[in-house]
């Protein structure tokens, strides 16, 4: 019996800032950003599309009421909480009618999460073969207007069902793992922005990423690659990633990954970060977007969270994997967005949910088919 990813859905709200646009704003060379950082837009959340609507409308497409049935374990990763004990995953169980004997949970580490929530759904469905488990990425980036990240946000969620004799991706059991305790990426309780000693943080990810894959050498094979998959927090930080093989792996082994690479990027240039769901992004990314790769290929996805943790796991893509995928309408849903001026970039920055206990309704501009609807007596109603 194999276990892995059976289906991937994806959401993004639907607007987004040209990173052009911001440039100019910002006085900066846009080849900074389109070529220094790697990035092209960015999307841009409105209050109505929080991590659990946008958690809800990523896997609303994926899921079928068998599985809604079947599903025995949910988890929300997220750094981007919208309850310091609640779990999204328990709005997020109720949008998606999902049945009630489950576990449901959220996790948090950074970018890390849903790696955490994809290894423990590998154990939960190899413990119990005949139920599956929904693992949700869904995060908005902010750093904050004119902060040397500010290029580096996003918003999106990544759904993967996670099952036996999955028809998109059969993990492997083994996989390579390190933790420190690190200030490289933090956001205090208190703090809506993210703080990051940005130098440091990339400096971190390369160091954790050298190690794992030294590591994996004695381990696990790595020759037969076919990918090699990177949390992807700006395309540039994969790019530094993947260079730092050029030396130590054949040119023929380095064009190939580097050629998957530029495919697994695509949606993420456009996305930007969504932290949990980046490295699940560059997998839908390279799926829908490479037509190179074949069934029965071996690929390795390198995960990173500040704070920090990292993980190297690999999988095997299914035989006719491609069946499975909803690339035309992953493509619609970017192409539809509309394009924010800075100006209106920056009023949906600033607005902020009521803290006072009173009522908010939001007025979605492009409803999605989950949106917050409105807050009351400190509550979210969706
Ligand atoms: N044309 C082409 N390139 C240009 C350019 C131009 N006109 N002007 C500048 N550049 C290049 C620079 O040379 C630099 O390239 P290298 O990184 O290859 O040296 C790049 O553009 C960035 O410019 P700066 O060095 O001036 O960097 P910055 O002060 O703008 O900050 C950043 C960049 C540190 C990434 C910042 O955006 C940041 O702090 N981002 C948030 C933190 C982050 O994402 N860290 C990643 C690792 S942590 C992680 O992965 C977890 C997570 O998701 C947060």
Request: hydrophobic residues 40%.
């Amino acid at each position: 019996m194999t276990v892995g990813i059976d289906k991937i859905g994806f959401y993004t709200p639907q607007q987004y800032l040209d990173l052009i646009d911001l440039a100019h704003a910002r006085q900066v060379d846009p080849n900074k950003y389109l070529i220094g950082i790697g990035q092209q837009q960015m999307a841009v959340a409105d209050l109505d599309q929080d991590i659990v609507a946008m958690a809800a409308n990523a896997a609303e497409e994926i899921l079928t009421t068998a599985d809604r049935q079947e599903i025995g374990l949910l988890i929300v990763a997220t750094e981007s909480g919208v309850d310091q004990s609640k779990a999204a995953a328990l709005f997020v169980q109720e949008l998606l009618h999902i049945n009630n004997n489950i576990r449901a949970l959220e996790i948090k580490e950074a970018c890390y999460g849903a790696t955490a929530g994809l290894q423990f759904a590998y154990d939960f469905v190899s413990l119990y073969p005949n139920q599956k488990a929904l693992v949700i990425a869904a995060d908005i980036a902010r750093y904050g207007l004119q902060t040397a990240g500010e290029v580096t946000q996003g918003a999106g969620a990544v759904a993967m069902l996670v099952s036996k004799n999955p028809h998109i991706l059969a993990l492997e059991k083994e996989s390579i793992y390190q933790s420190q305790n690190a200030g490289d990426f933090w956001r205090p309780n208190y703090s809506q922005q993210a703080l990051a000693r940005g130098k440091y943080s990339e400096e971190l990810y390369l160091q954790m990423f050298t190690q794992i894959y030294q590591q994996a050498d004695s381990v696990i094979s790595k020759e037969s690659l076919a990918a090699l998959l990177f949390h992807i927090p700006f395309s540039k930080m994969g790019r530094k990633a993947l260079q730092t093989l050029k030396t130590k792996i054949s040119d023929v082994d380095y064009q190939r990954l580097l050629s998957r690479f530029e495919k697994s990027i695509i949606y993420g240039q456009t996305v930007g970060n969504i932290y949990t769901g980046s490295l699940y992004l560059s997998l839908l990314s390279l799926l829908e977007n490479d037509d190179s790769l074949q069934d029965n290929e071996r690929i390795a996805l390198f995960s990173y969270g500040s704070g920090a943790v990292a993980e190297l796991f690999f999988g095997h893509l299914q035989p006719h994997y491609r069946d499975y995928l909803n690339a035309t309408e992953h493509r619609q849903l970017l192409d539809e967005r509309q394009r924010l001026s800075v100006a209106e970039y920056e009023a949906i920055f600033k607005k902020q949910l009521v803290t006072d206990g009173s009522c908010q309704l939001i007025i979605p501009v492009r409803a999605a088919q989950h949106y917050l609807k409105k807050v009351d007596q400190h509550e979210r109603f969706y």
